[in-house]
Nanobody, 117 residues
Framework: QVHLVESGGGLVQAGGSLRLSCEASRNIFSRNSMAWYRQAPGKQRELVATIGDGGSTVYADSVKGRFTISRENGKSTVYLQMNSLKPEDTAVYLC???????????WGQGTQVTVSS
């Protein structure tokens, strides 16, 4: 069985911080890149950040310098530390990876982040 389970969303004022967590089943975590996406109402889903199995990271321009993605292999968990949050960061944040021979897509259920002005 494979799964991704996000947590850590909530309501925060502009300028505040949140840390999101995504726990993955062990059989898919260790050798796979992990990513955070977000989707705001009426907008397309967009890539926020990725982290490779070796720890290399890539960020969307809109979050560079404010967000940090990291992974803790012993806990099969990927994190997204979000600082200096802005109202435009409001969205459902989703964890993503691919697994298996055919690189099947796997999404978590999402966690809501709301930033008030």
């Amino acid at each position: 069985q494979v799964h991704l389970v996000e947590s850590g969303g909530g309501l925060v004022q502009a300028g505040g911080s949140l840390r999101l967590s995504c726990e993955a089943s062990r059989n898919i975590f260790s050798r796979n890149s992990m990513a955070w996406y977000r989707q705001a109402p009426g907008k397309q889903r967009e890539l926020v950040a990725t982290i490779g199995d070796g720890g290399s990271t890539v960020y969307a321009d809109s979050v560079k310098g404010r967000f940090t993605i990291s992974r803790e292999n012993g806990k099969s968990t990927v994190y997204l530390q979000m600082n200096s949050l802005k109202p435009e960061d409001t969205a459902v944040y989703l964890c993503h990876t691919t697994y298996g021979l055919y690189r099947n897509d796997l999404w978590g259920q999402g966690t809501q982040v709301t930033v008030s002005s």
